[in-house]
């Protein structure tokens, strides 16, 4: 159901971006009650015309019409007091659409202490453990058939895996902080070997799995995860092994994408959110390494580089980024190392060695 409900409301936001709406302001909405509330987090769309025409609202009956999951709709009026108030529409067969029950008055009520969509997370987006990220992908194969591919490959990997006596070291960032050549380079100063999650037997698929709603997006990055630690688990034992993204990456962007609004509604430092997965195979370190906005950019320029939906994202939203650093920066057990990236290589190189020797044997 989670699944299906996604990929409706993605399908739904591409076409309230058609011709017909485009005139339209569109606002993600979240409806959600009290203390969780009957039926938990719903999550919409608020779709504001200036010029309050008779068409958009022919427009709207006519698109939910065509959807045979029957998204709800509600319309919001405002008076001559200014006060707001809703009018909920419904389809009924062969009647058309018509308005249900009275109009309902809008008044404000007080901002959760909690962001509503924090306590939704481990089963949407930051899966604490295998087996919830695995259910996703097995919703998806009647529509997806990569996902039976990727789950066949996370089938092969153990349960349960143990690094060997060589350390392993994460190294994280934001696109364009340096991380492909301090990861190339750590690797050759300590002889170690370098992979990279997603790994490269489901990297093939990343375009697909991008393309499709956080639920599915983040469980292929999440089981890519595991494929990495069998990975992890088998170099370990021979040598050192440097790791470009991890598990933080999976977690921070999801979490900077599905909490909507500012820094200040992130979930708190020490939230069980920001905890490692319990049957993940831990690296001794994580790196993340950071460098000013306005660097970044300058690295950025010229670069030419297909980027996904959320680095795409990272250059256009600053508040959207600086989400994805605060919780970066919040993980735990194992936190991140944050090192300054914007010196030259050779210094950002040695002060990374100096890191690793500290921590590491």
């Not at 108030?85 to 007080?110: C, I, K, T």
């Not at 990495?228 to 021979?238: L, Y």
Request: with cysteine; aromatic share 6%.
């Amino acid at each position: 159901a989670r699944v299906r409900a996604a990929r409706l409301h993605q399908r739904l936001l591409h076409q309230l971006r058609r011709d017909s709406l485009q005139r339209c302001q569109l606002r993600r909405l979240l409806c959600y009650g009290p203390g969780g509330g009957e039926g938990g987090v719903q999550h919409g769309f608020l779709l504001h015309d200036p010029s309050d025409s008779p068409d958009t609202r022919r427009a709207l009956f006519s698109l939910l019409g065509e959807s045979p999951e029957g998204p709800r709709l509600g319309e919001f009026v405002g008076d001559a007091r200014r006060q707001v108030w809703q009018l909920l529409w419904e389809l009924r067969d062969g009647a058309g659409w018509r308005q249900v029950g009275p109009r309902e008055r809008v008044v404000s009520a007080p901002e959760p202490v909690l962001h509503p969509v924090v306590p939704d997370l481990p089963s949407s987006g930051v899966f604490p453990h295998r087996e919830a990220a695995r259910a996703v992908l097995e919703a998806c194969i009647p529509f997806i058939p990569e996902a039976q591919a990727v789950l066949d490959l996370v089938d092969q990997c153990p349960e349960q895996v143990q690094k060997g006596k060589f350390p392993v070291i994460a190294i994280e960032g934001l696109d364009a902080t340096g991380k492909t050549t301090v990861t190339q380079s750590v690797s050759d100063s300590l002889k170690a070997v370098l992979l990279k999650s997603p790994p490269a037997c489901i990297s093939q698929w990343r375009k697909i799995f991008d393309d499709e709603p956080t639920i599915i997006r983040r469980a292929f990055y999440s089981l890519g995860n595991y494929i990495v630690a069998s990975e992890i688990a088998e170099e370990s034992s021979k040598s050192p092994v440097i790791v470009d993204r991890y598990w933080h990456s999976t977690a921070t962007y999801a979490i900077a994408t599905e909490v909507t609004g500012g820094l200040q509604h992130l979930p708190p430092a020490h939230h069980p959110i920001y905890q490692w997965p319990r049957d993940l195979l831990k690296p001794d370190l994580v790196l993340l390494l950071t460098v000013s906005p306005e660097e970044r950019m300058h690295r950025i320029e010229g670069r030419g580089m297909e980027r996904t939906r959320e680095e795409a994202e990272l250059e256009a939203n600053s508040v959207f980024r600086q989400k994805v650093e605060v919780s970066y920066q919040r993980m735990e057990n194992p936190g991140c190392h944050v090192v300054d990236a914007s010196p030259s290589r050779e210094k950002v190189l040695q002060m990374v060695l100096s890191v690793i020797q500290n921590n590491c044997n």
